[in-house]
C-alpha cells in the first residue's frame, strides 16, 4: 500500500510517499481500508519536535526553523521520544475489511470514525496513547486499530467530512465536559476560526452556552453564521471589549502572549480549559489572577469515556455539521501541511488516498 511515513523530526523532507506493507490483523483488532484523513496541528507538531521542553516557540516558527536547522529532540513526542520511523494521522474514516479475530467482525462493511486517544488501563486511569503519535495511523490506504476504538457511523455526510470529526470534535467535546459547560455560560473561544475552534462553537451551543469568539477581521461573519453570539478580533483588548470578571469559561488552545486577559476575564469560579498553545508553550501568570478568584486551570490531553459516543449521537442526530475547509490526494501532504500552517482556511483539510478519490464526496 502507498502511504507517508515521517522519518524523524525535521522539515517537510521527513515526510516520505512510498509503498509499505499493508498491515495485518492481531486478535481483538481491524484492519480499516481508509477513506479520508484528516490534517492537524498534532502531526505538524510531532515532527517538528515541538513538544519538547526546549521548544518555547510557536508552531509557524517552529517549522520554519527545522526547515532551516533540523534537530533531534529526545523528548519530541507529545508522551515521549516518538516511535520514528512512523505513518501519522491521527484523524480516520474509514471502511472496515477484515477483523483479526471474532471481536469486531460484524463491523466488516461498515463505514467508521476511530476514536484516536485510547486509554489502555480504563477510563479510571489518565494513561493514554494516540493512533499516529504512538503507533502507526491514518496516512495510508490502510490502517488497523483496535476493535473497541472503532465506531459506526450512519449519516450523510461525505467520507472527508467525517474525517474532520474525530481529533478537533473529540478535542474540544472533552474540554467542554471537563470544564462542566452548560446552560446560560457564556465561554470564550480562542482561535475560533480553526479546527478545534469551530467545533468548540458548534458544540458549546450545543450546551446552550453563549459564545465569544476570538478570531481574525475575514473571519467574523462565518463564525456568526456558526452560532456565534460575539466575535472579537483576535488585535482586540479583550478586557476592553468584554470587561474583567464577564467569562465563565475560556477555551484557549492558543497560550502565548494573550494568556494574562484570559484570566482577567474570568469570573470568580471561573473555569480555563486548554489542550494546546499554537501561539507558544510560555506565558505570564500572575498568580494573583488565579488564586484570589478561585479560578480552576483545566488541562486536557486524555478523552473521558463518554466523548466519542456522544459525538457519534450528535452527527448520527443533526445536532453538529462538519466544516471541511479542503481536501488533497494523500501525497500532497506537504502542500496540505503548508497550507494548515498559514492558518487562512476555516474550519479543517482531509487528506485522500488513492484508492478512496473516488469516493470522497460518498455518504452512506
Known amino acids: 500500500m502507498m502511504a507517508v511515513v515521517t522519518t524523524g523530526i525535521g522539515g517537510y523532507d521527513k515526510l516520505e510517499y512510498r509503498a509499505v506493507p499493508v498491515p495485518v490483523p492481531g486478535p481483538n483488532e481491524l484492519l480499516l481500508r481508509v477513506l479520508a484523513a484528516g490534517v492537524n496541528n498534532?502531526?505538524?507538531n510531532t515532527r517538528l519536535g515541538w513538544y519538547s521542553s526546549s521548544v518555547t516557540i510557536d508552531t509557524g516558527a517552529a517549522a520554519a526553523d527545522q526547515e532551516t536547522r533540523a534537530e533531534q529532540k529526545a523528548d519530541g513526542g507529545w508522551s515521549a521520544a516518538?516511535?520514528?520511523?512512523?505513518?501519522?494521522?491521527?484523524?480516520?474514516?474509514?471502511?472496515?475489511?477484515?477483523?483479526?479475530g471474532d471481536v469486531g467482525a460484524d463491523l466488516i462493511g461498515k463505514r467508521v470514525l476511530v476514536r484516536a486517544c485510547m486509554r489502555p488501563n480504563g477510563f479510571d486511569d489518565m494513561?493514554?496513547?494516540?493512533?499516529?503519535?504512538?503507533f502507526d495511523g491514518a496516512f495510508a490506504e490502510y490502517v488497523k486499530v483496535p476493535a473497541s476504538e472503532v465506531f459506526a457511523v450512519h449519516c450523510d455526510w461525505s467520507d472527508a467530512e467525517l474525517a474532520t470529526i474525530p481529533c478537533a470534535y473529540g478535542t474540544s467535546e472533552n474540554m467542554l465536559q471537563r470544564a462542566a459547560v452548560g446552560p446560560g455560560d457564556l465561554v470564550l473561544v480562542a482561535g475560533a476560526s480553526g479546527g478545534v475552534g469551530s467545533a468548540t462553537v458548534q458544540l458549546a451551543k450545543r450546551r446552550g452556552a453563549r459564545v465569544?469568539?476570538?478570531?481574525?477581521?475575514?473571519?467574523?461573519?462565518?463564525l456568526?453564521?456558526?452560532?456565534?453570539?460575539?466575535?472579537?478580533d483576535r488585535k482586540d483588548d479583550l478586557v476592553g471589549e468584554l470587561g474583567e470578571r464577564t467569562v465563565d469559561?475560556?477555551?484557549?488552545?492558543?497560550?502565548g502572549p494573550n494568556f494574562p486577559?484570559?484570566?482577567?476575564?474570568l469570573k470568580r469560579g471561573g473555569r480555563y480549559v486548554s489542550s494546546g498553545a499554537i501561539a507558544g508553550p510560555i506565558v505570564s501568570l500572575d498568580m494573583r489572577d488565579m488564586y484570589l478568584k478561585d479560578i480552576t486551570l483545566i488541562g486536557c490531553t486524555a478523552w473521558d469515556a463518554p466523548v466519542f459516543p456522544n459525538l457519534i449521537g450528535y452527527i448520527e442526530r443533526g445536532e453538529i455539521r462538519p466544516l471541511l475547509a479542503d481536501f488533497y490526494p494523500l501525497e500532497q501532504i506537504v502542500e496540505a501541511q503548508r497550507e494548515f500552517l498559514k492558518k487562512k482556511h476555516f474550519g479543517n483539510f482531509v487528506l485522500v488516498p488513492p484508492d478512496s478519490r473516488s469516493t470522497e464526496t460518498r455518504s452512506t
Open 42 to 44: 498534532t502531526e505538524i
Open 82 to 100: 516518538t516511535p520514528f520511523p512512523l505513518i501519522q494521522g491521527t484523524d480516520c474514516c474509514g471502511e472496515v475489511v477484515q477483523a483479526g
Open 127 to 134: 494513561e493514554n496513547i494516540w493512533m499516529a503519535s504512538d
Open 212 to 222: 465569544a469568539a476570538i478570531t481574525s477581521a475575514g473571519k467574523a461573519d462565518l
Open 224 to 232: 456568526r453564521d456558526l452560532g456565534a453570539d460575539i466575535v472579537l
Open 249 to 255: 469559561v475560556v477555551v484557549d488552545n492558543v497560550g
Open 261 to 265: 486577559q484570559m484570566l482577567k476575564l
